[in-house]
């Protein structure tokens, strides 16, 4: 085993033990050149193994500081409603809106949405944080109807990030309550590395891919009343489904 490897051992275990908790810092290069006996390079080189690992992200100017590694679990049930899975489901964690407005639809969404490119639609971005970091972003899109709908019946403004139109309430209550009640919702789920903004939104170390969820939520009549792609960070995001098996 290699000196640096030695130390990279040590500060795991430290970190596994939580002595290290999540947030906290290692010590200081220097500290550990002598706790160590060894050069600048080497104690470099173990952490760069630790942040290779996902364990620890090197900030300037301020550390190396112990990465929030707490798993998050989605759960998904046909007896309960598919908006409750990013609400309530993941634990107790925070769910903050970060952006609600008006947006002409790309290709892909207004696809998703059964509606022309370039229509309105509404486009809110919600960070669900658990522990010290954002653990997913999920980006949701409604079409213009639904969004008249929604204000119509007095339930708030989707397009107001100010506003919880689902405080207290489900979002998909809201819809039922304006009469387009979420009767499916169709999902696809994969993997793939994160762009530049969710790789820096949820701090993933270079090597983390994301576990990515594409939702259409349909009505009765088989429109979409929304679609969602939510981005979570791949090693702490998992999803546990139960379904009725009809056969």
Do not use: C
């Amino acid at each position: 085993m290699t000196k640096h490897q030695k130390i990279a051992n040590e500060l795991r275990d430290a970190i596994a033990s939580g002595e290290y908790p999540a947030g906290a810092l290692l010590p200081a290069i220097p500290e550990l050149m002598a706790r160590y006996d060894v050069a600048r390079d080497t104690v470099r080189d173990a952490i760069a193994a630790l942040a290779n690992e996902g364990l620890v992200l090197p900030r300037r100017g301020v550390g190396t500081v112990v990465r929030e590694t707490a798993s998050v679990q989605l759960g998904y049930s046909a007896s309960l409603a598919v908006a409750r899975t990013w609400q309530e489901q993941a634990g107790a964690g925070q769910d903050e809106v970060v952006l609600a407005e008006w947006e002409t639809a790309d290709s892909e969404i207004a696809e998703r949405l059964g509606v022309d490119p370039g229509s309105r639609v509404v486009h809110r971005t919600r960070h669900f944080t658990q522990g010290l970091g954002v653990a997913q972003i999920a980006d949701q899109w409604f079409p213009e109807h639904i969004v008249v709908a929604v204000r119509e019946r007095g339930a708030g403004d989707l397009a107001d990030a100010t506003r919880r139109p689902d405080r207290g309430t489900s979002l998909f209550r809201l819809l039922a309550d304006a009469g387009h009640a979420p009767v499916e919702a169709d999902e696809t789920i994969g993997t793939r590395m994160p762009d530049p903004m969710e790789r820096e939104t949820m701090e993933l170390p270079p090597g983390v891919p994301v576990l990515v969820t594409y939702r259409i939520t349909t009505d009765a009549a088989g429109r979409p009343v929304e679609t969602t792609t939510a981005v979570g960070a791949g090693d702490r995001m998992s999803a546990r489904f139960r379904l009725p098996l009809n056969y």
